[in-house]
């Protein structure tokens, strides 16, 4: 595998995201998006990181204070392992993660039922398109809040060097279950990056 994603000649670090070899769509969370989350919206209880991988987003998440909860389908080292969070069992008070982006649906689905206060996931920005997601998630069960990265994100497998910026915009989407109701969009400020990066 080609570390520095040099693709036809020219570097293009984020036109893609490409699965490593250790199981489909494994991108660990840079720790300052974490941070971003952490810094703006407040978790009390137990937190559940139900996609952990490598343990990357569980380990700015155990800074809380709060207890953490990690696991994953795949055995990437970090938490439990073989634990599918399509079909669980467990509850939490808060469920913190970056899903696979092929399972996003399924996870905002099962995280509303399963987070007892609180479910945050980190999406793209686009995920607030669609005519299936307007007529389910959003009007069903709308989030509390949307924080819009005003940085870049840019994801890599583990092991990559890391170059760039990212082309893609995210946002935590957080559905509260003590909200009033409406959503919110709000804007991270700037400087997450550079302070935890």
């Given amino acids: 595998m080609d570390q520095t994603y040099n693709l036809n000649g020219g570097f293009k670090p984020t036109v893609k995201r490409f ?14 998006a974490t941070h971003a989350l952490v810094d703006n919206e407040d978790f009390r209880g137990d937190i559940w990181e139900s996609a952990c991988g490598d343990g990357a987003m569980s380990k700015v998440l155990e800074q809380t204070g709060n207890k953490v909860i990690s696991s994953d389908l795949f055995d990437r080292g970090y938490g439990e392992s073989d634990h599918d969070f399509l079909d669980t069992w467990r509850h939490a008070p808060n469920i913190v993660t970056n899903p696979p982006y092929n399972a996003a649906e399924g996870f905002v689905r099962t995280g509303i039922e399963k987070a007892g206060s609180k479910f945050a996931l980190l999406l793209r920005l686009a995920f607030l398109e669609g005519a299936n997601r307007q007529r389910t998630i959003f009007t069903d069960c709308p989030p509390a809040r949307v924080w819009v990265f005003s940085e870049r994100i840019t994801f890599y497998p583990a092991g990559a060097i890391q170059k760039g910026t990212g082309t893609t915009a995210y946002a935590w989407f957080v559905w509260d279950k003590d909200a009033l109701g409406g ?14 990066g």
Avoid at 19 to 32: R, S, Y
């Fill in 183 to 196: 959503t919110e969009l709000k804007w991270l400020k700037p400087g997450y990056k550079a302070l935890y």
């Fill in 19 to 32: 699965a490593d070899l250790e199981g489909p769509d494994f991108f660990p969370t840079p720790a300052w």
